[in-house]
T-cell receptor
Framework: DAGVIQSPRHEVTEMGQEVTLRCKPI?????LFWYRQTMMRGLELLIY????????DSGMPEDRFSAKMPNASFSTLKIQPSEPRDSAVYFC?????????????FGPGTRLTVL | AQSVTQLDSQVPVFEEAPVELRCNYS??????LFWYVQYPNQGLQLLLK??????LVKGINGFEAEFKKSETSFHLTKPSAHMSDAAEYFC?????????????FGSGTRLQVQP
């Protein structure tokens, strides 16, 4: 298995532009998570899905952020408009989710820089 | 709500010296505990986890951790450090009673291994 795939690996954009991050989870995993990692706030959960349905989006910073999962093999995290404070590494993770202690498998991350 | 504290942002050790990375958690309900490792420019990878049963759990790469409920701690140890252990280590908690699949991470501890 190729693991969790994220694209792009690096994104540099200017303030005000729309940014779309993409994730392909491991096949057969029912749960998908989006995390953001910054020096100031550490690793924080943004949103997670179960069987393509958003379950908890309480970590989404504000209305500028939106996430979708149109099918079991694809998810997007969109920021519109982007701001410099959105600069971070964004991780996608997936999990079988059969049991609460199931491991979350992380992708390599997308490093976003907003100028 | 649960929280995880990793008091040491950096831990320097010499090669072949023992390693201890500290983790304390706070929660009003029973929890599962995890340690993840992040190598440079990579996603997180599960080292070990505690769910139920034996409080001393063994993970990959010779690491182990002991769950001490009375101290609300889950410290990570290794008898002898290798250069390849240099990475950032994250302690995480998942609450049982809520059924919530998301993990709450600590701020991370960077392990520096010196020759």
């Amino acid at each position: 298995d190729a693991g969790v795939i994220q694209s792009p690996r690096h994104e540099v954009t200017e303030m005000g532009q729309e940014v779309t991050l993409r994730c392909k989870p491991i096949s057969g995993h029912d749960y998908l998570f989006w995390y953001r990692q910054t020096m100031m706030r550490g690793l924080e959960l943004l949103i997670y899905f179960n069987n393509n349905v958003p379950i908890d989006d309480s970590g989404m910073p504000e209305d500028r952020f939106s996430a979708k999962m149109p099918n079991a093999s694809f998810s997007t995290l969109k920021i519109q408009p982007s701001e410099p404070r959105d600069s971070a590494v964004y991780f996608c993770a997936s999990s079988p989710g059969v049991y609460l202690e199931d491991e979350q498998f992380f992708g390599p991350g997308t490093r976003l820089t907003v100028l | 709500a649960q929280s995880v504290t990793q008091l040491d942002s950096q831990v320097p050790v010499f090669e072949e010296a023992p390693v201890e990375l500290r983790c304390n958690y706070s929660s009003s309900v029973s929890v599962y505990l995890f340690w993840y490792v992040q190598y440079p420019n990579q996603g997180l990878q599960l080292l070990l986890k505690y769910t139920t049963g034996a409080t001393l759990v063994k993970g990959i790469n010779g690491f182990e951790a002991e769950f001490k409920k009375s101290e609300t701690s889950f410290h990570l140890t290794k008898p002898s450090a290798h250069m390849s252990d240099a990475a950032e280590y994250f302690c995480a908690v998942s609450e049982l009673d809520t059924g919530r699949r998301a993990l709450t991470f600590g701020s991370g501890t960077r392990l520096q291994v010196q020759p």
